[in-house]
């Protein structure tokens, strides 16, 4: 992946590849600036040796080129397009393959931002979004999905791991799902957000999904220091997902794009190392005397469902740890007052630990009783785990425990 989609002998020998920081591109004549665009816009199928050249950094250029080439191999798929923000991945791609009278099946939780898409801007285009509990068997997302009008139901669309409570979906029976209600004149598209635990801990792809989105600011950046996203498809599909960015104008700059292949170089590395450090403090909370419950995906042991889908679907549980506190808002709001080496701040994925308060800041668009129903609580922390020394971390969530103090019924149940 290193070396992927560049030479060092096109760039002078420069071993790293070059910030093509320009808007636009000069053609060797008008006939090439004609060939040009008549493939940009569909005009005219493509040669089978001719390739699509250079036009405006609205459409492609060559930093882009080189980075899409690259995360397509994480995930084996044909193409990627990159994009300005996750919420632009997300919405150039529904956008795309949606159109008035459609339905979206999609799972809950979703990212707050992914879930007022869905309900609120969707339904401005007259798309209906239908949202299936995170308990749903396949049985009952099959009958909702028989509820739907024939030939409306045109995408399932999933978060797993759900963000904040790291419930997974089942990726197969969801593309079984999608291939049971296509037809020749309408596709299922199914679609993944997968930015939790991919690229490296999972592959939607092989799990029959049609398209994988990422928020790249999470871990694909890694670092917190830029904001993007990217989309992964098949040919036919990424066509009309990168026609729709051209025209949208979401696609992500140079100078990120560069960024980002920077990151993809430590990539396996920060996401092993946080993984590693995330199981030994999940494991601590779990025995922690003022948690009520630990959301990680190595706890599922009283959950059969779950523990068969991550053995199916994963390749580790992650770096996301979400907890239930003992007592309620208010011990949750002193715990996190409290830290000191974990800053408090929403984002996730980053060489820093990162903590929030899931109910009233990512997902406080969300009414209190969807979030009941999705699992969200008032009591509810998100730790996004980081590189530090998890022996560091603990000492900084033990002293936080402690600015908590010990609610009645814990003193009471110790003195018992």
């Known amino acids: 992946m290193m070396s992927y989609g560049y030479t060092p002998a096109w760039s002078e020998g420069a071993i790293k590849p070059p910030i093509f920081q320009t808007s636009t591109f000069v053609f060797k004549n008008a006939e090439e600036g004609k060939a040009f665009f008549e493939l940009a816009y569909g005009l005219r199928q ?30 084996e798929a044909e193409e990627a397009a990159s994009f300005a923000s996750g919420m632009a991945a997300i919405s150039t791609t529904l956008l795309a393959l949606l159109q008035p009278g459609d339905v979206v099946l999609h799972s809950e939780p ?14 401005k285009f ?34 797993t791991p759900a963000n904040p409570t790291n419930h997974l979906i089942d990726l197969d029976a969801c593309a079984a799902l999608a291939r049971q209600y296509a037809t ?14 991919g690229p490296v801990f999972q ?30 498809s098949s040919h036919a599909l990424m066509k009309e997902i990168k026609g729709m960015r051209t025209f949208m104008g979401t ?16 990539l396996k590395l920060r996401m092993e190392r946080a993984a590693q450090s995330a199981q030994v403090i999940a494991d601590w909370l779990r025995e922690h005397p003022l948690v009520e419950r630990t959301h990680y995906l190595t706890h599922l ?17 992650g770096s996301m740890i979400s907890f239930d506190i003992k007592g309620g808002e208010a011990e949750a709001f002193r715990f996190l007052n409290a830290l000191r080496l974990i800053k408090l701040a929403v984002s996730l994925g980053g060489t820093e630990s990162l903590a929030e308060h899931p109910g009233t800041m990512t997902h406080s668009d969300i009414t209190l009783e969807d979030q009941k129903e999705m699992g969200i609580t008032p009591q509810m922390i998100r730790l996004s785990i980081g590189v530090e020394d998890p022996q560091d971390l603990m000492l900084d969530l033990g002293q936080a425990f402690e600015a908590v103090g010990m609610p009645k019924e814990v003193e009471v149940a110790e003195m018992a």
């Not at 036009?55 to 080129?65: C, F, G, Q, V």
């Not at 879930?115 to 801007?121: A, E, G, H, S, T």
């Not at 042991?301 to 549980?317: A, F, K, T, W």
Request: charged share 20%; hydrophobic share 40%; with cysteine.
């Open 203 to 232: 592959h939607p792809l092989k799990h029959g999904a049609d398209v994988v989105l990422y928020s790249a600011t999470k871990f694909l950046g890694g670092h917190s220091d830029l904001i993007a996203g990217a989309a992964l």
């Open 251 to 266: 696609m992500c700059d140079p100078n990120t794009g560069w960024m980002l292949m920077r990151s993809l170089e430590t």
């Open 126 to 159: 007259g798309i209906e979004a239908v949202g299936f509990r995170p308990t749903a068997s396949p049985e009952e997302m099959q009958a909702q999905a028989a509820a739907i009008a024939p030939g409306r139901l045109a995408m399932i669309y999933v978060e």
């Open 184 to 197: 020749p004149d309408k596709p299922v598209r199914f679609v993944v957000d997968n930015t939790f635990l």
């Open 301 to 317: 042991e009283g959950n059969p469902v779950q523990q068969d889908i991550y053995q199916r679907h994963c390749l580790s549980p």
């Open 110 to 123: 979703v990212y707050g931002g992914s879930d007022f898409f869905l309900k609120n801007v969707l339904r």
């Open 46 to 75: 493509q040669g089978p040796d001719e390739e699509m050249g250079l036009i405006y950094s609205r459409l492609n250029n060559p930093s882009l080129e080189i980075l899409e080439n690259r995360l397509t191999l994480w995930d």
